[in-house]
């Protein structure tokens, strides 16, 4: 009941952030005038290099945020397991000063308290929000990406 419930709230709040995604300038956006089309790579970009389990029951995130443009970069998660009496959420977060053309370490401690992550299947919600930089006229750019990512969660490690 208790899971149904977070899971119909989840579900809310992603299609209320998606339709302010759809409905918020791009800025990749075609100039006045017309133009446009696809939009290029991102300058901003995280990839995920796993998530460990450790015996108290905590999982470590680690990564690389790589930066074609200076940004700072806050990294938001929120990771959560389990049926209905065992369920555990823990937020989490990061945030990288980005040069250009560099590759930057994170890592994120999930640590839930009260209760503890087990083996199996992880869900986790990622948000990376960056500001670039103000160029020589003053503009910087906002880049948000979203996603969610299952992970499978192996015999717990020393720690």
């Not at 992603?14 to 991102?42: D, I």
């Not at 929120?78 to 930057?104: D, F, M, W």
Request: aromatic residues 6%; hydrophobic residues 35%; contains cysteine.
């Amino acid at each position: 009941m208790a899971t149904t419930f977070l899971r119909r709230v989840g579900a809310v709040l992603t299609a209320l952030v998606l339709g302010l995604l759809l409905l918020s300038p791009s800025a990749n956006a075609a100039p006045p005038g017309g133009g446009g089309g696809e939009p290029g790579p991102s300058p901003v970009n995280m990839t995920l290099d796993g998530f460990t389990l450790s015996r108290d029951g905590s999982v470590l995130f680690t990564g690389t945020v790589t930066c074609d443009v200076a940004a700072d970069v806050h990294i938001g998660m929120n990771a959560q397991q389990g049926p209905e009496r065992r369920y555990v959420s823990v937020l989490g977060s990061a945030k990288v000063g980005c040069e250009a053309g560099t590759a930057n370490p994170i890592e994120i401690l999930f640590d839930p308290e009260p209760g503890r992550f087990r083996r199996g299947t992880l869900t986790v919600g990622i948000e990376l929000d960056a500001v670039t930089r103000p160029d020589e006229h003053g503009n910087s750019t906002q880049i948000t990406q979203f996603g969610i990512v299952d992970w499978e969660l192996g015999r717990p490690t020393r720690g």
